[in-house]
């Protein structure tokens, strides 16, 4: 006998289209208010960008994971959080954490290669910046499960790449997910590349989404330029969280700079790529929605814009305010009880 099994499909998500364009049928029910709130966070985030990128090329700050063109695919989740949520971030989610209450000067500080800005600020609840790649599902699983077990209404939402969804703890994590329906909401960023490695190296699947069906869990991919579309996904899947049923949200999005500012990506990439990309520019993409909807003129524009770098010139001043650290405070972060180890190095550079 042969019969089939399983059949599946993967649905896709676009609200606003690549012109602005937005399918009322779909449309989230988000005021004009929550759309500003979320347009101004979307021009924040690059502003925050742009500026650290500079930075960094002017010797203030160490390697920085620009997020440029992948607004939407942070804004519109972070939005959909509740308070009681938690955000475990990549390195690149700069906008996520931002929009989730962490200060400016704080991310800044983190970038700038003091310890001091992995401390989130109580009640935010984010994790913070993790570089190895994909560790950041793992995380997530651990902080759901305990949400789960205390009996909280609390969902988690985690970030990673398309180069994540290669490492077994992205795996790990879906498989332990799916079987402990943990609250979990696990975004694949599919930006295109992870470094130098184009998607259509990383995996043979057609679509990222589609790894959650083998786990149980369930999968759908959106449009990662459209904040309407990932505010809706996410929002759907925390409702789904909430109830033991966890989900994969693949965003179809870009990585407009380079991997990090370590990187050239002009060794690896074709300019006319990027260019197509640069006309599916996120925030340009809401303006024309804006424009069209009558709740944007230049005026607002440009006060978006100059509220942004005057709220990010002044974090920048009270981060470099911040004393320098001591080698002492090595020891400080890391263990809440020195151990023995650690303690006898501690001795040896105070004596
Ligand atoms: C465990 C681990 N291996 C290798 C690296 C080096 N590394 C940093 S980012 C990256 C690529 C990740 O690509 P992707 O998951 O698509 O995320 P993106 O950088 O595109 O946001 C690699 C290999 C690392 N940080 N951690
Ligand atoms: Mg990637």
Not at 58 to 83: D, K, N
């Amino acid at each position: 006998m042969r019969k089939v099994l399983h059949n599946f499909s993967i649905e896709y998500l676009q609200v606003l289209d690549e012109n602005g364009v937005c399918d009322e049928s779909l449309k989230p029910p988000l005021s004009d208010d929550d759309v500003k709130k979320m347009y101004e966070a979307m021009v924040f985030a690059r502003v925050f960008d742009e500026t650290l990128l500079k930075l960094q090329r002017e010797g203030r700050m160490y390697t920085f994971a620009s997020l440029r063109g992948q607004e939407a695919s942070q804004i519109g989740p972070a939005y959909a959080l509740s308070a009681d949520d938690w955000l475990v971030p990549s390195y690149r989610e700069s906008g996520a954490n931002l929009l989730k209450g962490t200060p400016p000067e704080v991310l800044y500080v983190y970038f700038a290669g003091d310890e001091r800005g992995n401390s989130i600020p109580s009640p935010v609840k984010h994790l913070p910046v993790a570089v190895p790649v994909g560790t950041q599902t793992l995380h997530a699983v651990g902080i759901a499960w305990a949400a789960k077990m205390r009996g909280e209404k609390s969902a988690v939402l985690s970030f990673c790449g398309d180069g994540a969804t290669s490492k077994g703890d992205f795996h790990e994590a879906l498989n332990f997910a799916g079987v402990y329906k943990t609250p979990n909401v696990f975004m694949v960023i599919n930006n295109g590349w992870a470094i130098s490695l184009p998607r259509s190296k990383q995996t043979a699947a057609e679509t990222l989404a589609q790894k959650a069906i083998a786990y149980g869990l369930r999968g759908i991919q959106v449009d990662g330029n459209d904040v309407f579309a990932t505010y809706s996904a996410v929002k759907e899947a925390l409702e789904f969280a909430y109830r033991g049923v966890p989900s994969v949200i693949e965003c179809v999005t870009y990585r407009m700079s380079d991997h990090t500012t370590s990187d050239d990506a002009k060794k690896y990439r074709d300019p006319e790529e990027v260019e197509l990309w640069r006309k599916r520019d996120p925030i340009d993409r809401l303006k024309k929605y804006m424009y069209a909807k009558g709740i944007m003129n230049k005026e607002y524009e440009e006060k978006v814009q100059q509220n942004s770098e005057k709220r990010i010139s002044e974090a920048v001043k009270k981060a470099e305010a911040i004393q320098e650290q001591e080698p002492i405070d090595l020891f400080k972060y890391v263990y809440a009880d020195m151990p023995l180890r650690l303690k006898e190095q501690y001795e040896e550079l105070m004596s």
